[in-house]
Each structure stands twice: as structure tokens, then as C-alpha cells.
């Protein structure tokens, strides 16, 4: 009987201890994620300049599109369309709701995520910025940063912790994301991007200010893997802190197409 109560209680503190070690890590991830956002997103409320190039499969250039993106604590954003070809559009983003909003057109359209912009650069590429607050996941381990033909920018770092990332809410672009940060400092390095049928849709990779002391994400240079293999390019030009008014993240004020500076 003392044998089955040994046994009983070695099992008992062997679940215990897997149940603090995966608290542990969720912990761990979040802290990471946290970490990594403020590479990206360094205000809860922030007026990000954005440059979208896409490129063909030979490498030369395609096209090219400015946005201005209001990005706001809540899981809110505004984008700003400033290209002559679609100036006056803009995209809303509301926790898991998505509108499109036309210079012609009083009614705001329902849009997803994954809608295109311009290249392989979706809606929520350009509207969304938070992974702490829309993932969980697990610590996979220590690793090589440069992998599966994603290359690092050069003066990168060489060893990463690589992150399996699982969506915690509906309304995100991607359904999972494997996730390579950079050993010291957290920066991300380079995400592969899954949609919900488990396909691998893009490669990210992410271009620091400067490699040796990075502070924040210059670029990031979407990979298609579902068919064309095209590049598309999105660069920060500019980030400063900016809380919009209230009625700015109202579909309805927007359908009225005021002026918004």
C-alpha cells in the first residue's frame, strides 16, 4: 500500500511540476512577444508612415503605395490611403472587424484580414502591429536565426529563439506563426505565416535600424508561398505618438468623408 501511495504522489508532483513549467513558459512568451512588439509599436497610440513596394518574381520593381496608419491601443486602427491611385480610401480596423470606406460611396464595405492592399501585403499586415495581445504559444528553443532560405539582414544576429505562436482571437491575419527573435534583444528576425488551412501563405523578414543596437523595425519583406514567390516591402518612414479623436474610428463618421489630418 506504501508503494501505491509512493507512486501516487511521484505522479502527483511530476503533473504539478509540467503544469508550472508550461505556466512558465506561456509567461515567458508573452514577456518575448512583449518585448519584440516594441521593436515594431513602440506607443499604445502611434501615427506610423508607411511605403508599400511590391516587386515581380525577377526581383524588379512593380508598385508602389504610401499610407498613413493610426494605430491605437484596443486593437484599433485607421489607414489612410495617400497614393494618387486610391487617395481618399481608408481601412478601419476594430478589434475583429474590418471596413473599407470609398471617396464615392456612404456606405462602409466589410473587408477581412487578408484582403490585399498591394502585393502580398494584406489589410491586417498594414493595419495590425500587436502579437502579444492576439497570440500564445510555446518557447520551441535556441536556434539558428537564418533557416529554410530565410536569409538575416546582414549583421544580424546568428542565434535566435524560435517561437510557435497559435492565434488567441478570430479576427487576426494569420492562423499561426512560427516566430525567430533575437537572442539578446528580442528583436524579431524573421516569422513564417500560416493561414487557417495550416498553409505556410508568407515568409516575413524583418530589417533593423542598425543590426549591432537595433531600437526599432525598418522594414519588413514579405515572401508569397502560395504561388508567385513576389516580394513586397513595407517600410517605415516615420512613427510618432498620436491619439486620433473618438468619431476618427466611427465607420459611420468616416462614410461622410470629412477631412482628416
Not at 516594441?38 to 508612415?49: A, G, I, Y
Not at 484599433?76 to 481618399?88: E, H, R, T, Y
Not at 477581412?112 to 502579437?131: E, F, R
Amino acid at each position: 500500500m506504501q508503494s501505491i501511495t509512493s507512486i501516487f504522489i511521484a505522479v502527483g508532483a511530476l503533473l504539478a511540476s509540467a503544469g508550472a513549467m508550461n505556466v512558465a513558459n506561456a509567461h515567458d512568451v508573452q514577456a518575448l512577444l512583449k518585448a519584440a512588439d516594441q521593436f515594431r509599436m513602440s506607443s499604445d497610440n502611434l501615427q506610423v508612415e508607411t511605403q508599400v513596394n511590391s516587386r515581380k518574381a525577377d526581383g524588379s520593381a512593380d508598385k508602389e503605395r504610401r499610407y498613413t496608419v493610426f494605430a491605437q491601443a484596443g486593437r484599433k486602427s485607421l489607414v489612410l490611403m495617400q497614393s494618387p491611385a486610391d487617395k481618399g480610401q481608408k481601412v478601419l480596423m476594430l478589434g475583429d472587424d474590418f471596413w473599407l470606406l470609398m471617396p464615392a460611396s456612404q456606405r462602409p464595405m466589410r473587408i477581412t484580414p487578408m484582403q490585399k492592399l498591394l502585393g502580398d501585403a494584406s489589410t491586417g499586415d498594414i493595419a495590425t502591429l500587436s502579437w502579444a495581445g492576439d497570440y500564445s504559444g510555446t518557447l520551441v528553443g535556441t536556434e539558428p536565426c537564418a533557416t529554410d532560405g530565410m536569409p538575416v539582414a546582414a549583421g544580424g544576429p546568428q542565434t535566435c529563439q524560435h517561437l510557435s505562436l497559435e492565434a488567441a482571437r478570430k479576427g487576426v491575419t494569420y492562423q499561426r506563426i512560427e516566430l525567430w527573435l533575437g537572442q539578446d534583444r528580442h528583436e524579431p528576425v524573421r516569422a513564417d505565416l500560416y493561414v487557417q488551412s495550416d498553409k505556410l501563405a508568407k515568409q516575413a523578414r524583418f530589417v533593423m535600424d542598425a543590426a549591432a543596437a537595433p531600437t526599432q523595425v525598418q522594414e519588413m519583406v514579405l515572401i508569397d508561398r502560395l504561388g508567385n514567390g513576389k516580394q513586397t516591402v513595407i517600410r517605415y518612414l516615420g512613427r510618432k505618438p498620436r491619439t486620433v479623436p473618438a468619431e476618427w474610428l466611427n465607420p459611420m463618421f468616416l462614410s461622410q468623408n470629412p477631412a482628416l489630418d
